[in-house]
């Protein structure tokens, strides 16, 4: 958890779009679902709607998606087509449950995409699907929705496999 004295000195740091600080934090937008890099170009937030996390995956699994404009899921000027296709692919359709046949179809080897997101993100592209899943259900569960709506709205279909995923996290 980020303390309220770093959440004071990031935003201020989002506010100056200090480079330095990239990598360092991700600021979740409440207002619009979004999640972004210290830099990113858009116009920013007052501070009451922003939401501070230390990883990407954090961010995710709070149920907010990358950001478009400054893509904090890749290297400042520097993402493979490959990470881009992924990502993209898991934003048009993220309740999916990813498979081989998944990667097939998208003419990807899948060792190679859990290699480049495991180098880039510290975490693998299934578990990169997977968070995003997750933050959608718990963003569901807490506007009020029943838990099993919540499991079944984003492809889990046996209550002892979300349980389970729900647990890790």
């Not at 939401?51 to 290297?75: D, M, N």
Request: aromatic share 10%; net charge positive.
């Amino acid at each position: 958890m980020i303390s309220a004295a770093n959440q004071q000195e990031y935003y201020q740091e989002l506010l100056d779009k200090k480079s330095e600080y990239e990598g360092v934090f991700y600021v979740g937008v409440k207002t619009t679902g979004v999640f972004c890099r210290p830099t990113c170009p858009a116009r920013k937030p007052k501070i009451e709607n922003c939401e501070f996390y230390e990883t990407a995956e954090e961010a995710l699994l709070a149920s907010f998606r990358p950001c478009k404009r400054c893509r904090p899921l890749s290297h400042p000027n520097q993402v493979s087509d490959l990470v881009r296709l992924l990502v993209d692919a898991v934003e048009d359709n993220p309740e999916k449950r990813w498979t081989n046949q998944d990667f097939q179809k998208l003419s990807v080897d899948a060792s190679t995409a859990r290699r480049q997101f495991k180098k880039r993100f510290g975490m693998t592209f299934v578990e990169y699907a997977r968070a995003r899943r997750m933050g959608l259900a718990l963003k569901q569960i807490r506007e009020g929705d029943a838990v099993i709506d919540a499991q079944l709205s984003t492809g889990y279909e046996s209550s002892s496999g979300f349980r389970d995923a729900f647990s890790r996290i």
